[in-house]
């Protein structure tokens, strides 16, 4: 069935480098793309979204790139610090604001 | 702002029991989501409520069924529970209309069946 995955389900990065999160998605008419942090015990927070007649989209320290030929969306966070050791999902919403979820990749970020 | 809320936090049940949990929405949403997320996995659409009724649906059996009452607040009934509803559940709230709608997720509960 339709899905969302992530390549990497693991990734760890050195303290004031950038983390780069992959998503692939199996659905050519998904138009709407968000990314989502998870802490340990909370519930997923909102990072930032992006729309599929757009390639880019930039928030604080935080930047979606999608390429549709691919079907490949990313997540770049920059300087990446400690607090953003989370686990990240990348989702895809269908009609009727049905999101459907990935796995999750975990980042580790290293003092 | 509230942002939203769930209730209990966490949850111990037997097989065969039935759990009934509970959602506030964020301030100015009217509609509700509800997700099961399994132990190192992303959360699973269960259904989503909007004017008090089931919009969508995902893959889970009938045991799973809710309720939204007019204040926009839900709740996820599951019957007979099995080991495998073992789970942490979540609500997320968005407002209709809203183009990217948006969803803000609580902070879930978590329900252990034994």
């Known amino acids: 069935g339709e899905s969302v995955g992530l390549h990497l389900p693991t990734l760890s990065v050195q303290e004031g480098d950038n983390s780069i999160i992959n998503c692939a998605y199996s659905?050519?008419?998904?138009?709407?793309f968000i990314w989502y942090k998870q802490e340990s015990g909370k519930g997923p927070q909102f990072i930032i979204d992006i729309r599929s007649n757009m390639d880019k989209r930039q928030g604080q320290r935080v930047t979606v790139l999608l390429n549709k030929t691919v079907k490949h969306l990313s997540l770049q966070i920059a300087a990446t610090q400690p607090g953003d050791s989370a686990v990240y999902f990348c989702a895809e919403k269908t009609s009727y604001d049905k999101v459907i979820f990935g796995p999750g990749t975990s980042l580790s970020v290293i003092p | 702002d509230a942002g939203v809320t769930q209730s209990p936090t966490h949850l111990i049940k037997t097989r065969g029991q039935q759990v009934t949990l509970r959602c506030s929405p964020k301030s100015g949403h009217d509609t509700v989501s509800w997700y099961q997320q399994a132990l190192g996995q992303g959360p699973q659409f269960i259904f989503q409520?909007?004017?008090?009724?089931?919009?969508q649906r995902g893959n889970f059996p009938d045991r799973f069924s809710g309720h939204q009452f007019p204040n926009y607040s839900s709740e996820l009934n599951v019957n007979a529970l099995w080991l495998g509803d073992s789970a942490l559940y979540l609500c997320?709230?968005?407002?209709?209309?809203?183009?990217?709608?948006?969803?803000?997720f609580g902070p879930g509960t978590r329900l252990t069946v034994l």
């Open positions: 409520y909007y004017e008090e009724e089931e919009r």
């Open positions: 659905n050519s008419a998904s138009d709407y």
């Open positions: 997320a709230s968005s407002k209709q209309g809203d183009y990217t709608d948006t969803q803000y």
